[in-house]
């Protein structure tokens, strides 16, 4: 071998090893073979795993005939065919007559593409017209043949690796929840237990008034635990996705409208100031969105207590941005990216809570393409923003 084709060689291996996105690699590797292997089309066709059907994974009409048969479907029978017998294969057109549209005379070469030593794939090449492939050119098509499957096993073991990533991830959630969960459940059910043992006690004579206190915390206990229970199930089934969303023609104003009247005929003292500038309507499921706003007032009155709630809505562009503005004790800078997390809690002295609240929005929102955070001033208030996209067509 000369030193020229080693260096050919060389640089055709770089570029399969190069770590750029996969397209791009193939995109590279197809015009340097170009050099040395002149062809009209190019498709790669892969096998799929479960189907088994032949899926185009890239086409490319460098030549003749770029739009017309541009497609990739000229390479799909004798792809097929590659597959089928496992093993390089010519079609070329048996005469060519001069006066026939070369596009209608093609020259193909089929070869296999593999994954550990199996057959899984083809690569083919189109030359309209010709002329025929000499044997250097069908063994240079062979050699770019074994290169690009090097390439695609190696996209097919990035792929595997990132998806146990993320298995892994969600197994460490998981045992992550199972854990807080059994705690949370504990400690209602602790007081619950303990209490009632302490009332069921015979060497013990408890006054009426103490008898009260211990069932008004049992009472209290059982309905923070029917609360929590709830609330996993919900925030369970919106991670599942097996919650369905109802999307139909909202009108956030009149939603916040609603909700604020409602939370306002629970505490009639309650200093809200709605600052609604948009009537827009979008694509939303009405009954989730109301509870995320009821959830953003409950919020303002239990952690910022006494203090006014301004709420906005406002129309930015293709985006709906709400605010729920409250002027309590705020909250810490670095509690701000958890506190849409599962189970956190922060003051939790005197306000009943399960820390699945805001988490639950998150799941919401993020269910309608939008987004939902908090900024804070501690000692000033907290303002938290929802973003909802106008245009809901994206959402299946
Ligand atoms: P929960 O209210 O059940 O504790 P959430 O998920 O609704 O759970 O809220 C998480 C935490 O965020 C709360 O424990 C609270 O400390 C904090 N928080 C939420 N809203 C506000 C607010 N308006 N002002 C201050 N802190 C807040």
Redesign the pocket.
Known sequence: MDAQTVSYVNELLKIINGADETRLVIERFLTALRHELVFDNVAAYLQDNESGALEIVYARAVGRAKTAEADAAWGEEIASQVLANKQLLLQEPTSLSASDDRVHQPFLLGLPLHTEGVVNGALVFVRFGGPAYAPGHISLAALGASLLSLLFERRTWRKMNEEMGKLKQQIQLQEDFVSTISHELRTPLGFIKGYSTSLLRDDTSWDAETQKEFLTIIDEEADRLSLLIENVLESARLQSKTLPLRFQPLRLDAVLRDVSTRVRSRYKDLDVTLDLRSSTTIQADGVRIAQVFE??F???I???PGSPIIVGLKQVGHLMVVT?T?Y????PPE?LPL??ERF?????EN???????????KQIIEAHRGKIW?E?KPGQ??T?FIELPVNQTAIT
């Open positions: 959830n953003l409950n919020n303002a239990k952690y910022a729920f409250d309590g004790p705020g909250i509690s506190i849409f956190y809690r922060l003051r939790t306000a009943t809570g399960t820390g699945l609240g805001l988490y639950i929005c908090a804070s208030g907290t938290f």
